[in-house]
């Protein structure tokens, strides 16, 4: 009885170090790490020579170098089937792309364009009739400072991205101006995080027992207004202190936040 | 204080080049009618030219030739090489380098407007496709423009992105009139290029 747990152990590793498995087992160690450990650049996540008649699609911070697949950006390694890789990062600065919603700051006024700034590497410009139902005749007139919440068309290197406040259909959807309440900075990924599927817990248990409303941009801009400017600070404290902390600690977080304004 | 290059000496503005009796103002000097003087009203070399035989007043005329007038100046007809510093979404601003084979002293600035591009669908150009910043490109002077910069065109066949790199930093290869490859990625970028040859 007591031989047979040494045996087995024996042969398991007989197994598992034979050459052809241990490769097999090596791989299947790299591709766990892989998807649940913080890459840095310069690891290399793929070695292609082994991999032969295979399409990957690359997203962004992944980089092909040769044979291998290096990483660019520090951030999570994201896997999606069949064939897409790319690495998920954070940051305080937005690179903007086309299609983003973000809220976005007026710095000036020309002719053609207003000049607003995204947290982006260059000012963006809002063409003075990408409006709903926008002509010469009734061009709005913004102050220095107006928040707006903007889609962006075009974003190409180089170029100073072009925005608009129209859906893709030319009308107005949620786009525009808004009026009162908070702007809050954040990071990207926590933009993202309260845009996902599953919605944000805080932001959850916030809605149920107070009632206010928030614009979420993708470029770590967050706006939040409600009657009271208590509940506003309330709100963007909260969202703003639950980036850092995990789902078990924001629910504890929520439920003592919740507690305390009662 | 006179400096001499060769044996034309070098004068600046505001200096005396002779009595208004004894020589006539030419290019670069001016003649100031309070003292009868003529001074230089460029930086540069000082030549006389001798009076021509037939005409009445037998005065030497004194020039000053500047530096800067020994650089070509774009004139609109000619072909420019030029690299482009901006594109926006209607044009593209690009330094003039050279004017025809001869590289220029000075800064010029150019403008290529989105219809000024190509030759056909002009409202349909994408100045994002066409050109990229850091490209060099052969275009024609079409009109001296505004004070801020000469208009280009490269609305002919011969004409647009004769160089440019691609986003790994190495010298594109034209594989058609509007796509450009690089050699190290095989990534293809678009670009509006020019036709290769003489």
Redesign the interface.
């Known amino acids: 009885m007591e031989a047979s747990p040494v045996k087995f152990v024996d042969q398991l590793v007989v197994i598992i170090l034979s050459p052809e498995n241990l490769l097999f087992f090596m791989r299947i160690c790299i591709l766990f790490s892989l998807f649940f450990a913080i890459q840095v650049p310069g690891d290399v996540i793929l070695d292609l020579s082994n991999m032969a008649n295979q399409t990957l699609k690359l997203g962004g911070g992944l980089r092909q170098d040769g044979d291998s697949i290096c990483v660019m950006k520090a951030g999570k390694l994201r896997f999606m089937k069949p064939n897409k890789y790319w690495v998920e990062s954070s940051q305080k600065r937005y690179v903007p792309s086309a299609g983003d919603n973000v809220l976005g700051v007026v710095v000036d006024t020309k002719p053609e364009n207003f000049l607003v700034d995204i947290k982006g590497p260059a000012l963006a410009f809002l063409p003075v009739l990408s409006f709903e139902g926008g002509t010469r005749r009734n061009i709005p007139k913004f102050e220095v400072g107006t928040l707006l919440y903007v889609r962006v068309v075009n974003a190409n290197t180089g170029m100073n991205p072009e925005l608009t406040c129209m859906d893709a259909n030319g009308k107005a959807a949620e786009y525009g101006v808004l009026k009162d309440g908070y702007m809050f900075e954040s990071s990207t990924g926590l933009s993202r995080m309260l845009l996902s599927s599953p919605p944000h817990p805080v932001l959850e248990g916030l809605g149920k027992k107070l009632s206010f409303e928030i614009a979420v941009g993708i470029n770590g801009r967050f706006w939040v207004n409600a009657s009271q400017s208590s509940t506003v600070i309330l709100v963007g404290n909260a969202i703003q202190k639950s980036e850092s902390l995990s789902l078990v600690q924001q629910k504890i977080y929520l439920e003592k936040l919740l507690k305390s304004i009662q | 204080m006179q400096e001499t290059v060769g044996d034309e000496e070098i004068v600046t503005p505001g200096e005396v080049l002779g009595k208004g009796t004894e020589v006539k103002a030419g290019r670069g000097a001016y003649l100031s009618r309070e003292n009868n003087t003529v001074y230089a009203s460029l930086t540069g070399r000082r030549s006389v030219v001798p009076p021509s035989s037939e005409s009445t007043d037998q005065r030497p005329i004194v020039e000053v030739i500047g530096h800067k007038a020994h650089g070509p100046v774009p004139e609109p007809g000619c072909v420019v090489i030029a690299r482009v510093t901006?594109?926006?979404?209607r044009m593209a601003s690009a330094d003039i380098m050279c004017v025809g084979a001869k590289a220029v002293r000075e800064k010029f600035s150019g403008i290529i407007r989105q219809q000024d591009v190509r030759a056909t669908e002009i409202d349909k150009v994408d100045?994002?496709s066409s050109f990229?910043?850091g490209d060099i490109v052969k275009a024609s002077v079409i009109s001296l423009g505004d004070a801020r910069a000469y208009y280009l065109s490269t609305a002919q066949n011969e004409l647009g992105v004769v160089s440019a790199e691609s986003?790994a930093g190495t010298t594109m290869v034209p594989i058609s009139w509007t796509e450009m490859q690089c050699p190290s990625?095989g990534q293809i970028e678009p670009r509006k290029v020019a036709k290769a040859g003489a």
């Open positions: 901006k594109v926006m979404a100045m994002h990229r910043p986003m990625t």
